[in-house]
């Protein structure tokens, strides 16, 4: 029934930056935790980014660890990846992701098992 969709992809140079943001229809999924994963050209799903249902706690991959912030906008139902010193291996398909399996005091989830709603992606091109 709800949706999330996924904007603010695109082309950008090496070193550049650009924020993706996931609108969720509805508020039930700013009270749950949520999370970035991204697909690179013929890889599978890898987890980026997690936050907390509250927003006061993140999780990163190795990856993107100091260049890459994950927020979300609970008033706003939508949860935002700001993406700094962007690199060609960052050039990927952005999905965002939300999970209703956990309570709300949950921690931020880093599995692809642990999300049951997706968005259908927005494509990041890094490039020069």
């Known amino acids: 029934q709800a949706l999330l969709a996924e904007s603010g992809g695109g082309p950008v140079q090496v070193g550049g930056s650009l924020r993706v943001s996931c609108a969720a229809s509805?508020?039930?999924?700013?009270?749950?935790?949520m999370g970035w994963f991204r697909q690179a050209p013929g890889k599978g799903r890898d987890f980026v980014a997690a936050?907390?249902?509250?927003?006061?706690?993140?999780q990163y991959a190795d990856s993107v660890k100091g260049r890459f912030t994950i927020s979300r906008d609970n008033g706003k139902n939508t949860l935002y990846l700001q993406m700094n010193t962007l690199k060609p291996e960052d050039t990927a398909i952005y999905y965002c992701?939300?999970?209703?399996?956990?309570?709300?005091?949950?921690?931020?989830?880093?599995?692809?098992?642990?999300?049951?709603?997706w968005g259908q992606g927005t494509q990041v091109t890094v490039s020069g």
């Open positions: 992701a939300a999970t209703t399996k956990y309570g709300v005091g949950a921690a931020p989830k880093l599995r692809e098992s642990d999300y049951d709603f």
């Open positions: 509805g508020d039930i999924f700013s009270k749950y935790p």
């Open positions: 936050i907390s249902w509250a927003g006061s706690i993140t």
